[in-house]
Nanobody, 114 residues
């Protein structure tokens, strides 16, 4: 299983970004997928989950601003991030658990700054 994130960058407060996580490997369409983030000097934190049935769940800090979605045909998970704040600055990584193994992408940097 390989996960490759993209879409990060520098954005001003209040701006938007859309992250993508392209996954390779069989059967990933039947797995829940997760986004996490890690700010410099802080522990990694869970951000959002999307189940195989497209049910979603969000950390309180991003609820109402971030939207996770998936395209099973493309084996890709997205996260639309709106109304970005400086405290959203972090490396964002996607994650999936398959056959008892937790797989992570390399992450994509999101920087929110004026």
């Amino acid at each position: 299983v390989q996960l490759v994130e993209s879409g990060g960058g520098l954005v001003q407060p209040g701006g938007s970004l859309r992250l993508s996580c392209a996954a390779s490997g069989r059967m990933l369409s039947i797995k829940p997928m997760y986004w996490h983030r890690q700010a410099s000097g802080k522990q990694r934190e869970w951000v959002a989950t999307i189940t195989t049935g497209a049910s979603t769940n969000y950390a309180d800090s991003v609820k109402g601003r971030f939207t996770i979605s998936r395209d099973n045909a493309k084996n890709t998970v997205y996260m639309q991030m709106n109304s970005l704040k400086p405290e959203d600055t972090a490396v964002y990584s996607c994650n999936v658990v398959a056959s008892g193994v937790s797989y992570w992408g390399q992450g994509t940097q999101v920087t929110v700054s004026a």
